[in-house]
DNA sequence: GGTTTGCGTGTACAGTTGTACACTATGGTC
DNA sequence: GACCATAGTGTACAACTGTACACGCAAACC
């Protein structure tokens, strides 16, 4: 058989599957009881006690762990270059692809950016942030925005990647993956960030309403 | 002795009340047992039944309890008429005041608005809607944005619903009331409704970047 | 003033919960 | 091969859970 570290880094994964199939089931992290979440990955109650302190404890490790993925998808995401001028258009449609691929990570995500604890919160809060500072460097890359100050083109990609990532429960929550409603969804978001580029690149020292 | 409707009416709230205590300890309400309620309510377990059928119905009466306030809010503060000059700054220092002495209000609506039930979601999502009608209302009152096209205004204050609602969380979670953060997240968000509202005015039916 | 209605009580019970404690079994180390 | 170290087991228990059921009692109604 494997090793010993790998048998127990597996337990592990079990375990944070379990979590992860409850909420996809439509249940709150929160009501995850430690013998609900050992019963589904096939230990004994006091397992759990191996890996993680208390449900809180897995829940801040399945965010870093998704975090990872994510980081991961990003930089997959960067390297395939699109033409500037759709680059919306683009992400946006890749970045529901991806949000339908892999649900359940995004339904945890989503509940647990504002509904987990105060921990969880501001790990969540501050994986966007690094997504919005990524941002920022493409957008210098592409030479996009240019005219705008370091401070206020952070303000830019925050408020994108907010706007997305706030959107996201409303996509999961569409009936079907495909149809009238998801292109609708898109085009919404899709405006909604033309409007915050189009600012953007209307941007000067001093806006007309304040 | 009052009579019968506000008796019940009282223990009613009662109810509703221990629901966001326990939200106001940091708890998720999907946590919060039938018998933890009703003992903080003052009440024996099964009175419960006599209001609601389960928490996630006690969880939808206070999304409309809390809308009811929210919107009689909404109508004062209307009524004082500002200088359009200055409508973000101010419509936004009065939302911080506000989300503050009713603290609780918005933590329950923060943290149901992504991680409740999906009823719950839709509900919540629902209200933000009615509030983004009723911001288009009052834009097309003041004359601004008067070039957009409805549609295109419905975006605009939706986005600026949605930007303001997926923010409270993080008012929230300020160590203060009143200090350098409070001022630097008032100055970021208002920074980013700026740009939506500068996108908007220079919105035109074929944008530069799609 | 007798009857009905229905809000809140009290008891009961089976299922679930967290977690302590003693254990087994097996991989890793010498 | 003898020896730990430790991941997972099994048992145990007190606390908590949802909810069924019968009841009391005061308000509302005729």
Not at 62 to 87: A, C, G, I, W, Y
Not at 116 to 121: D, E, K, L, S
Request: proline share 2%.
């Amino acid at each position: 058989m494997n090793n010993r570290q790998e048998r127990k880094l597996l337990t592990r994964q079990s375990l944070m599957n379990a979590a992860l199939q409850w909420v996809e089931e439509g249940q709150h992290i929160s009501s995850l009881s430690i013998r609900e979440v050992a019963k589904r990955a096939g230990v004994v109650p006091t397992a759990f006690y191996r890996h993680f302190n208390d449900v809180e404890d897995l829940a801040l490790n399945l965010v870093d762990e998704l975090s990872k993925v994510l980081r991961q998808l990003m930089r997959e995401v960067r390297q395939q270059r699109t033409d500037p001028r759709s680059l919306i258009q683009d992400s946006l449609s890749q970045y529901c692809d991806y949000v339908f691929r892999h649900r359940v990570f995004f339904v945890f995500l989503s509940q647990s950016m504002t509904g987990g604890t105060a921990n969880v919160r501001r790990a969540i809060r501050s994986e966007l942030q690094y997504f919005a500072n990524e941002l920022a460097l493409d957008l210098r890359r592409l030479n996009l925005l240019g005219q705008l100050s370091q401070d206020m083109l952070d303000n830019v990609t925050l408020l994108t990647i907010n706007t997305v990532a706030s959107s996201t429960m409303e996509l999961l929550d569409l009936p079907s993956q495909q149809g009238a409603e998801l292109l609708q969804f898109q085009n919404r978001l899709r405006r909604q960030l033309q409007l915050v580029f189009l600012g953007a690149a209307h941007w000067a020292p001093k806006p007309l309403v304040s």
